[in-house]
């Protein structure tokens, strides 16, 4: 007898891991914070400082942004490029800017290799970098 009811059970789970896609008609919410809507508004020496303040409050490094921009919405998030340059090297880093005014950093080649979009800058702020 428990044999059958674990059996019904274990049969019961199995049917319930079906279809995970939401239903056709619910709708996504979209949060936003003044912060994200702020960073749209920066010149480019602006930003530069922006993005370089939230590569260094994540422990990373960059001397001087040379470049940057918008690069996509990503869920709930902006997703920002920095490239960095000490000179002699330079490294490209997507920075994810929270409707709470949080941000994540990672590095494009690692970006890239997963499913988050690509670092690849769509709008450029005003202004130039140095």
Known sequence: MRFAA???CTALVLT???DNAPP???KTIKIRGPEQDALHQLDALNLAIALKRAIYSAGYLCKRVSDGGFVAEYQNLDMWMA???????TTDWA???GADGSAQVRLC???DTSQLPKCEIKQRPKGKFS
């Not at 960095?84 to 090297?89: A, H, M, R, S």
């Open 6 to 8: 674990a059996l019904m």
């Open 16 to 18: 319930a891991c079906g």
């Open 24 to 26: 056709p008609n619910q």
């Open 83 to 89: 490239r960095c340059t000490d000179g002699k090297t």
């Open 95 to 97: 920075v994810f800017a």
């Open 109 to 111: 080649k690692d970006v």
